[in-house]
């Protein structure tokens, strides 16, 4: 079992920053990869970005790469994910999602949320414009 606990959301003004921090707890050593999802009212969750925990690969969605950074700190178990430069379109819930792996080693992380182990109970975050 993995426990995440996400926290950091709010609102902001476009334009603006937030930092999302995540802390892991529970099989930690299992973990393989830890991501962002985000939903936004009356949509489908989508990827936002990953990260993979041995190596600090990462992987971004289009609409958020320059923007975003995620990040890891592997001593506390967290992963942040700084906003800058945020956009209305990024008004949604944040979830925080850890992957366990398999016996295949990938070069970087997935965008898939099927696998995606665990989840968090998300964040809420609103850019107003």
């Known amino acids: 079992q993995v426990q995440l606990v996400e926290a950091g959301g709010g609102l902001v003004q476009a334009g603006g920053s937030l930092r999302l921090s995540c802390a892991a707890s529970?099989?930690?050593?299992?973990?393989?990869?830890l991501a962002w999802f985000r939903q936004a009212p009356g949509k489908e969750r989508e990827f936002a970005a990953a990260?993979?925990?041995?190596?600090?690969?990462?992987r971004y969605v289009d609409s958020v790469e320059g923007r975003f950074t995620i990040s890891r700190d592997n001593a506390s178990n967290t992963v942040y994910l700084q906003m800058n430069s945020l956009k209305p379109e990024d008004t949604a819930d944040y979830y925080c999602?850890?992957?366990?792996?398999?016996?295949?080693?990938?070069?970087?992380?997935?965008?898939?949320?099927?696998?995606?182990?665990?989840w968090g109970q998300g964040t809420q975050v609103t850019v107003s414009s």
């Open positions: 990260i993979k925990r041995s190596s600090g690969r990462t």
């Open positions: 529970g099989r930690i050593s299992s973990l393989y990869a």
């Open positions: 999602a850890a992957d366990l792996g398999t016996t295949e080693d990938w070069p970087y992380p997935s965008s898939n949320s099927n696998e995606y182990d665990y």
